[in-house]
């Protein structure tokens, strides 16, 4: 059968169009609704640049995954590499190796930014607040750690000290790794995802702002309950 040319571009729309719908529903097979709690207190990016008017420059906090890079298709990969048939919701046996780590690092030009941490991060530059990463990952022993340079370049931040892993301890809830960073490096503001972010915040006295896990994100199989600790939650932010 001939075609002629508008015909054939029409058929190829109709079928990117239908590959498009078809890849829409099967990721929302795999997305999971957004949880809150009965109160939630929100802003929005405006409320809190607007907070920190009159203040002088300070350090502020960012946690890497799900709240500055959607990363999904990282872990996606290096979990069907390393652990293809483990079920368990945090996957342990990727968490206890550190090829799993290694290689994480290596993928993260896969990642890209939420928006949500892109604007957080402009608003924060032009205050000429100091901008740390500060992430539950184990560092990377045996290649090159690519993570601080991906960050470094997506969010143009010209002086940036090197991403701090501080490593599964983050989720001890006696002393989450991620309190003494905090506290040492004396962030004022920390941004995070995961309820651990927010008790880490808090414990050291560092003002916690949740930034929403994506309902289809790799970690989706226990959402957080925004807002249960009574800190900040932005608005949208899940993008």
């Not at 045996?142 to 501080?166: A, D, G, R």
């Not at 560092?206 to 009574?230: E, H, L, W, Y």
Request: proline residues 5%; glycine residues 2%; aromatic residues 8%.
């Amino acid at each position: 059968m001939l075609y002629n040319k508008t015909t054939k571009i029409k058929l190829i729309l109709s079928l990117i169009f239908t590959a498009l719908v078809l890849m829409l529903d099967i990721s929302q097979i795999f997305a999971k609704p957004l949880r809150f709690a009965d109160s939630v207190n929100w802003t929005t990016i405006k409320q809190i640049e607007m907070s920190l008017k009159g203040t002088p420059p300070m350090n502020v906090g960012f946690d890497i995954d799900d709240t500055s890079l959607f990363t999904k298709s990282s872990h996606y990969l290096m979990r069907e590499k390393h652990c293809p048939n483990d079920t368990n919701v945090y996957h342990d046996k990727c968490s206890a190796s550190q090829d799993y780590w290694d290689d994480l690092s290596q993928l993260d030009y896969m990642n890209p930014p939420k928006e949500t941490a892109k604007l957080l991060i402009e608003m924060h530059k032009k205050r000429g607040d100091n901008i740390y990463f500060i992430t539950a990952r184990e560092s990377p022993t045996k290649k090159q750690e690519k993570t601080t340079s991906h960050l470094k370049k997506t969010f143009k931040i010209n002086k940036m000290p090197p991403v701090i892993f501080v490593g599964l301890e983050a989720f001890d809830p006696k002393l989450p790794s991620k309190a003494i960073v905090l506290k040492k490096k004396n962030i004022k503001i920390y941004y995070g995802d995961a309820d651990s972010d927010i008790l880490a915040a808090q414990k050291a006295d560092t003002r916690p702002i949740r930034v929403m896990r994506a309902s289809n994100s790799q970690d989706n199989k226990a959402m957080p309950i925004n807002g249960r600790f009574g800190e900040e939650v932005i608005i949208d932010s899940d993008v």
